[in-house]
């Protein structure tokens, strides 16, 4: 019995020896992987705080009050689906630290101002304030929901720009024969906006273990602009097919140089007669308005003018 005692009390040592050794090695795995997770996911954010604007931190601040109306703004969704304002969103980048509840918040928020705004216009009496009541709220509501397409697609017309420089970049560091994601890492650190943004985020991705393919669907998902989606598209079809990365690259990088050169001469085209019309109707008739003037001034007030008659 007394041997049974002892084996068992060495036995329960024993075990509760190992247990405290697991307990340790899986306290030290768990606080790398902490670690680890923190590095990747950390995108520059001291960069990013240096760059904010003034502007952003007001809006931010102010744009949080859309929580306290997110219930509401959610039921009145009037050309504001939930599926659409999270499609704008995630074009956007997420502006302003963004959520599809807070945005819906915002629309009401805004519309309540509005009405506010035009109330206090009519009590001050101020000119066409009655029109305000109406006009105001309503800018309030489908102002905010204009405001975010037009942040979406000016950030997709900045991709685009920056795009074949970084193209170009990438294509030289992969011909040396650094590795994509290495190339990644290092040459978006020297290039600003949504195409850091984007890249950074994707190569987070990669070092938390997202499979290739996938990650690049997700910046398909997050990006509808051409140019942008056909390199994705690219690469996709790269891996599975085994074309060299660094060919895929410098062949998009002299399309899209050349598709942006396309695209200035369109604008250009377009500029032309816009400046034809303000020429014709804003210019011309001005000049002549201020050259029949001085005529007419001349005429009336020069030495041997009409004027001179009265005297």
């Known amino acids: 019995m007394d041997t049974s005692i002892i084996l068992l009390v060495l036995l329960f040592w024993f075990f509760f ?7 340790f ?4 795995e768990k606080k790398k992987l902490i670690t680890h997770i923190q590095d990747v996911t950390e995108i520059s954010r ?3 705080k240096k760059k904010e604007k003034t502007s952003t931190k007001i809006l931010t601040k102010i744009f949080k009050y859309g929580d306290d109306f997110s219930a509401l703004g959610q039921r009145i969704n009037f050309f504001s689906e939930k ?3 999270e499609l704008w969103l995630r074009k956007a980048g997420y502006p302003y630290e963004l959520t599809v509840e807070r945005f819906q918040g915002i629309k009401i928020f805004l519309t309540i101002i509005g009405f506010f705004v035009g109330f206090i216009g009519i009590f001050t009496g101020l000119p066409l304030s009655q029109f305000g009541v109406t006009l105001l709220p309503l800018l309030g509501y489908f102002g905010t929901i204009m405001a975010l397409k037009n942040k979406a697609k000016k950030r997709q017309e ?10 170009d970049t990438v294509s030289v560091s992969l011909r040396a024969g650094v590795s994509l994601d290495q190339t990644l ?3 978006v650190k020297y290039f600003s906006g949504p195409l850091h943004e984007e890249f950074s985020r994707f190569n987070q991705e990669i070092s938390l273990g997202v499979p290739r393919e996938e990650a690049y669907r997700d910046l398909l998902k997050r990006n509808d602009n051409p140019e942008f989606q056909s ?4 690469l996709i079809q790269g891996v599975k097919l085994g074309v060299p990365i660094a060919t895929t690259f410098k062949i998009q990088a002299e399309d899209m140089r050349v598709i942006r050169k396309e695209l200035a001469k369109e604008k250009a085209a377009k500029a032309s007669p816009k400046v034809t019309l ?4 804003v210019v011309a008739p001005t000049a002549i308005i201020m050259i029949a003037g001085l005529m007419i001034l001349n005429m009336l007030f020069s030495d041997g003018g009409i004027a001179s008659l009265f005297r």
């Open 17 to 23: 020896g190992m247990a405290l050794r697991n307990w």
């Open 25 to 28: 090695v899986f306290s030290q």
């Open 46 to 48: 001291n960069v990013f």
């Open 83 to 85: 599926h659409e304002v």
């Open 158 to 167: 900045e991709l685009r720009y920056d795009l074949p420089d970084f193209l």
């Open 185 to 187: 890492r290092e040459v």
């Open 231 to 234: 390199l994705i598209k690219s």
């Open 278 to 281: 303000i020429t014709t109707f």
